[in-house]
């Protein structure tokens, strides 16, 4: 059974990362007018971050899962050394105000993989491919094309 298949079946990812290009991300996940508009709101900002250098995006959240409505996109960007910091939008690096710069230009809560996640004090890599509840899930890593 490969990852969408499984998607369809139990409504979240298998446990890993699934590395997705941009089409599977659009066929797989913008089921909806909903969510394509979601997904085509914050592919600007995935942009940027490529542009800036940025190397390996994930992205998680309700979206990642069979949620006819998620509210965003949640995920998080790894810097390296080649990141252009200068080429970064400022929206994706204001956390002031629950993100909500951020949340209104893109639909996105998107956060520097060096951030510990609040509530556990997780990495955000291992933060993001547990549930509520502690169960493993998936996450997707964007294929840089």
């Keep these: 059974m490969n990852i969408f298949q499984f998607l369809e ?5 298998p446990p ?16 909806n007018e909903y969510r394509w508009k979601l997904f085509r709101k914050a ?26 409505r998620p509210n965003d996109i ?36 998107f956060f520097s993989a060096n951030q510990l996640e609040k509530t556990k004090g997780k990495p955000f890599l291992e933060f993001f491919q547990k549930d509520r509840d502690g169960k493993p899930k998936g996450i997707l890593k964007v294929k840089l094309e």
């Design 16 to 31: 890993g990362i699934h590395v997705v290009s941009f089409k599977e991300i659009e066929e797989h996940f913008c089921f």
């Design 43 to 68: 592919v600007p900002a995935i942009k940027n971050l490529i542009a800036a250098g940025v190397e390996d995006i994930y992205l998680d959240g309700s979206f990642a899962e069979i949620k006819p």
């Design 74 to 109: 949640d995920g998080y960007w790894v810097p390296n050394p080649h990141v252009d910091s200068s080429r970064i939008d400022p929206v994706l690096l204001d956390f002031r105000n629950q993100r909500a710069a951020m949340k209104k230009k893109y639909g996105v809560d």
């Design 9 to 13: 079946k139990e409504g979240i990812l």
